[in-house]
Each structure stands twice: as C-alpha cells, then as structure tokens.
C-alpha cells in the first residue's frame, strides 16, 4: 500500500488538512498516513527522509509527501527522498511575495502556534461558555451568545457549540427541548426574546434512533414512535416560529458549523 | 486595505487553513477577511466576482482569493475576478493525477463533508467521552482512554480533551489535582493502574494567576502564593513519577494537541 506523509515544522494541521482534502479526490487509492511533526532541523529532516525511502522500497508505489516547512534548507533535505513532494509554502509563497511586494518571513509557521494571547483566551472563554451553556438550564447566558442552537436531544447540538467554540471563539449556547415544551406549538417562553440568535437542528429519524439506541437500549426515549414525534413537534414548531434549522444527518460537524456562521452571518472571533 | 477572501465549494476550512497559514508569513501585511463557502454553481461564482471586483475597486490594494474549487467551470469564473488568485486544487491535482496514474473525482470536495458515519460517530462518541471523564470524579472510564491529561486547575485540560476529541476522535480524559492531593509528593492512587496513559500539563505562574483571577478575583484560588505552590507540587509530582509533561503557557491547543499526539505515539481515529 502506497504511503503518505505529512511533514511539518510545526503541528502539521495545515499539511493533514491540505493532503486529505487533495486526498478525497482520489477515492480508489488507499493508502496509509504517517504524520511527522515538529521536523526543524536538518538532522530531525535526514531522519523524515529515512523513514520515507525506506516506505518506498517496501512498496513498489512510491511515497507522498505533503509538506508545510518553511526553512529552506530544510525544504531542500525532504526533497531527496525518493517520494512525491508537494510542499504548500513552495508553491503559495512566490505568488503572493510578489503581489505583497515583501519577502516571506521564512520563520517556523505560526499559523497554529500562540498567536496571541487574545486568541487562546477567547477560544477558552467561548469553550467555557458553551459548556455552562450546555443543556439549557442554570445559569443561562444567552445576552452574550452569538448563537443558540435549538433541537431534540441527540440531534448535534453539544459537538456543534464545542467546535465552533474551540475552531472560532463564537459563543454557542444550546437548547434541548423537551417533552412538555413540545406539546406546545410555540417556542419556549425562555427562548422568545433571543429569536435573532436561535438556529434550529433536526435530523433524519431514523439516524436519531440509531444514536439513542446506543445511549439507552430499549428505551421509550429511543423508541421510533418518540424519535418520530420529536422529531415532528421540533420541525412544526420552528417552521411556526420562522427559525432557520438545518438536517445534520449527512452534514459534518465541520460542515454544520460553517452553515450556521454562514446563514448567520456571524463574525468569527478567531481565525483558523 | 487589503482584502483577503476564502472561497470554497464546502465549508472552506480547508481554504482557511492555508490562507491563513500563507499570511503568517506576511506579519507586516493588515488584511480584512471574508469567508465565501458552498460557492457551487456558475451563479454563485458570479456573483463572488462582483464582490471581489468590488472590494479591489475600494482599495488601490488587489484582493487575494484563497479558494478550493474542484468544478473547473466554478474556477475559470472566479479566475476573471481582478485578484491575485491562488487554488488550491489547481496547483496540486495535476503532479498527483500523475503521480496516482488516475484522474482526480472532480467531485466537490467531501474533505469536510459527512465522509462515513463511522468517522462522525467517532468524533461525537469522544467528545461524549471527553465531556464524562472531565472532573476526575464520578463515572471515569480511564480504561477506555487513549491518554488521561493531569494537572491543576486550569492548566488547560479541559479545552485540550475537546479539541483531541472533536478534530481526532481520540478518547481523552482530564484529571485535575487537589489541593490533597497536590500535598502528597506520589500519584493519586486512582492514577497508578493507567501510569503509561498519563501526561502532565504544566503553565507559567504569571499566566495562570491571570487566568484564576479572571474566574475567581481576589479568591485564595487565584493567589499568587496558592498558584505558585500548586505548581510546584504538580511539577514535583510529574518529575517523581517519571511523566511527560508540557508547559501550555507558549502553546495553541492545537500545538498542545498535536503534541501529546506525538509525544504518546496514539493513533487518530479520524483524520482531518
């Protein structure tokens, strides 16, 4: 089986992502992923080049390498291993040098290092948000929330707060409903003067069952019949209300996120 | 000023992540930025040309595009728009379609879209996990975990459990030490079966007082005195039971992530 590489100077985000992306377009090969990060020295590079040529020749298909290295000298080591290099800041960086009008700094990325401390606080304090946030009692802050997801249990709400807490620093509380509020049409007396801000989640029944199952064998809570209702009760109710909602069956949580900042228009506070 | 824009057929966190990462390299270049996903069709297209054609009318600076776009139709239209224009799948399909002996999908990119369940479940099942192992008390499943982080309070445990779950479906548990405990100099005896699992995760005092303070202002807990002590406890700790550990204060969680990743030798679940 063909191998692929990842190298990086720094946490390799950049050259997973990339690879992977590139990767999905080829969906009958496999292969299998090593990822190589922290490489910053040319004796740390030898080393990479060593365990590629020695995948190569394990294999009669020859090794990929998908690389983020910003030091030249570096760069120039990975090359000779017996492999296809893509490296990112080769192809990228002579383009925009020229249309910025300024070098490169050629410093190890820090696209994923501490940027600042204004980004890591407020990734942290949006992630403490969503967890005090979480199951639409207590200490309720939806003032300061940029959104609130709204839908049965089960239906995505908890993952999706998380993420685009930790990827964006947005302020995601979350909203199950319940029994008793489902028997009523309308939405929640609590939820009413945050309309602006609700986002509604459903999902496919059957999908919810299955995850239920998992959670409670057996239950009533995992039972067609009361997926079927909640599931009705919640898409009547925001279609009621007007609320904009989304069918988390086929969608990542990467995939959810980004519609909701999208249809939201929501500021992201970081960047990735 | 310059603005930059991200367009994408999907979520665009592939497009993020590499613009984003390129700019790094530019400190002194102020940017604006502008998120553009699911642009599919020729409309779509269209209708980005005029925004960008627009911001570079607005500014004696010319736009960067940043875009993944695997419809060819998609990319020559935004190709027109006045931009330094760098794609992402132009620059690499065609050395991997060789390379690969192959024709890429062509399919808009399932990078970040619902791959298989099995990864969505996978994702969602570890933060689950992460969100049941996060105190150190009640149901803890240290078994089950692929690493158990240990440290005190606020030393970045809790974040770090997420992030590992959500972007690598790794099972992570977080255990942090009490004042008791921070008196004895060995492990938390609940600790000891799962020695091979643990890694320390350590902060710069300054930080963490800063940190505490903001929580709790003027509390014991935020001291310098207190923040100093718990430290070093922890840190002696560490050191007499032969654990890993990792100053937080200079990382980003995905730096923290990436490095237990590698320091462990564990296995994604999910790649990105």
Redesign the interface.
């Known amino acids: 089986m063909r191998t692929v590489f990842f190298v990086s100077d720094?946490?390799?985000?950049?050259a997973?992502?990339?690879g992977?992306?590139?990767l999905?377009?080829?969906?009958?090969?496999p292969y299998r992923?090593v990822?190589l990060?922290?490489i910053a020295t040319v004796a740390q590079a030898d080393e990479v080049v060593a365990r590629i040529d020695a995948a190569a020749s394990e294999s009669a298909l020859?090794p990929?390498v998908f690389a983020?290295l910003?030091d030249d000298q570096v760069r120039e080591r990975l090359r000779r291993a017996n492999a296809?290099f893509?490296d990112?800041?080769d192809?990228?960086?002579g383009?925009?040098e020229a249309?910025?009008g300024?070098p490169?700094?050629?410093?190890s990325?820090?696209?994923?290092?501490?940027?600042d401390l204004e980004?890591?606080s407020a990734?942290?304090n949006a992630?403490n948000f969503a967890?005090a946030n979480d199951d639409g009692s207590g200490n309720r802050d939806y003032a300061a929330a940029d959104v609130v997801l709204v839908g049965v249990s089960r239906s995505?709400k908890?993952?999706t707060c998380?993420?685009l807490a930790?990827q964006y620093g947005v302020l995601a509380a979350n909203y199950p409903l319940t029994d008793d509020e489902l028997e009523h049409p309308d939405l929640p007396a609590v939820l009413l003067p945050w309309r602006q801000k609700l986002f509604g989640l459903t999902i496919n029944p059957e999908r919810l069952q299955q995850?239920r199952q998992e959670r409670r064998p057996n239950s009533r809570y995992a039972s067609s019949q009361q997926v079927h209702y909640e599931l009705r009760a919640a898409q009547a109710m925001f279609a009621r209300a007007g609320l904009p909602s989304l069918d988390t069956?086929?969608?990542?949580?990467?995939?959810i996120?980004?519609?909701i900042?999208?249809r939201q228009r929501i500021e992201?506070r970081v960047?990735?």
Chains 1, 2 share one sequence.
């Open positions: 720094q946490t390799g985000v950049t997973e992502t990339m992977h992306s590139l999905t377009q080829f969906q009958g090969a992923s990822s990060p922290f020859r990929i983020t910003v296809l893509l990112f800041f192809a990228f960086l383009p925009m249309e910025l300024m490169s700094a050629h410093a990325g820090r696209a994923h290092g501490m940027a980004t890591y990734r942290i992630t967890l995505g908890t993952p998380l993420y930790l995850i069956t086929e969608c990542s949580i990467e995939e996120a980004s519609r900042l999208n992201r960047r990735l």
